[in-house]
């Protein structure tokens, strides 16, 4: 009598056990995917704060082989849609920009002038025997790989872009992704013969003329050349 009433004890408490042990253990289904940003996923442009060329104080130019001006035809499908002439200078006080000389901390301000339109006539194609080739409007100029040592300074000359814009244009100056941007904003359009000069700043030393840079004019994407920092495998880094 016993023995069955200590039968009839256990099982349930087997059963509770087993019970309280099939719910501990997981369901056999597949995992739902857990959502994730990659690491090296590209974030949007941040718009920057442009600052007024006409302010800076420049001192010395860095003596390139070909002097201290980098002049260039921006060139796409082997025509000619402007002009660019860069530099890069050292800051106010410098007298001899010489790199080599210079702290490690040394700031470089690189500067571009563009002129939508014209084309040199010593450069081929001949286009027009006045050495222009009309540009209806111009919209944006930017670097087309990362500026390197960019140190968050960057502008244009405000006066020139409102002789070229009217009243109501202005450049937005953009980092997208270590590369930078500027783009007419309003206005009555960036055309055939307006100068404007573009600047930024950076740490880094150029390491020579470089297909860096483009202009987008009259929906065409066109390259230049101009003095830009070292690529990261050029200097070790």
Partial sequence: MRRRLASRMLAPVALAAVLAACAGEPEDTEPSPTPS???DAPSDPRTLVAADFGELELG???????????EA??????RSIG???SYVACPAGVEECDPDELPDDTVYTYVHIVRPGVDDPNDPPFMRPVGLDEVE???LFATVREARGFNGAIGFDRAQVEEALGPDGTIRVQDDNGTLAWRVVGGDGWQTGEAITFFWQSTLPPAGPDEAYTL?????IAMASGPFPPRAEDDGS
């Fill in 37 to 39: 940003v990659a690491a």
């Fill in 60 to 70: 010395a130019r860095i003596e390139g082989a070909v002097g201290p001006e980098v």
């Fill in 73 to 78: 035809s921006i060139i796409v499908d082997g």
């Fill in 83 to 85: 002009d660019i002439v």
């Fill in 137 to 139: 409007a111009a919209t």
């Fill in 216 to 220: 987008r004019a009259d929906e065409k």
